[in-house]
């Protein structure tokens, strides 16, 4: 059984910090490729931010609008993936979500990833 559970998320005023995490539990073969998404009312889910845990140079790729500004990292003893997130600005207010299991596909696509946590709300002002 896998699961993921998403926290640190909360409201900030532009400029500011968060740090988000997600633990997982489960198949190892979760880990393989992870992602932050993240989704707004009316909007489609995007993706922000990606890495491959369980390799040694574990590989990372960003979002445009976010790359600079957030970090994606892993603690693989805690089986952890955060993301920081700095300079916040009123449009990173959204739902974030952790997501894993990724084999093939763009990282970008919500489809190719069949697990999911429930999400942590972020708010901007």
């Not at 995007?46 to 140079?57: C, H, K, M, Y």
């Not at 093939?104 to 708010?123: D, E, L, R």
Request: glycine share 12%; hydrophobic share 30%; aromatic share 10%.
């Amino acid at each position: 059984h896998v699961q993921l559970v998403e926290s640190g998320g909360g409201s900030v005023q532009a400029g500011g910090s968060l740090r988000l995490s997600c633990e997982i539990s489960g198949d190892t073969y979760t880990r393989k490729w992870m992602a932050w998404f993240r989704q707004s009312p009316g909007k489609e889910r995007e993706g922000v931010a990606t890495i491959r845990p369980d390799t040694i140079s574990a590989p990372t790729a960003y979002a445009l609008s976010v790359k600079g500004r957030f970090t994606i990292s892993v603690d693989n003893a805690k089986n952890t993936v955060r993301l920081q997130m700095n300079s916040l600005k009123p449009e990173d207010t959204a739902m974030y979500y952790c997501a894993a299991g990724r084999s093939g596909g763009a990282w970008s696509s919500p489809g190719n990833y069949p697990y999911w946590g429930q999400g942590t709300q972020v708010t901007v002002s």
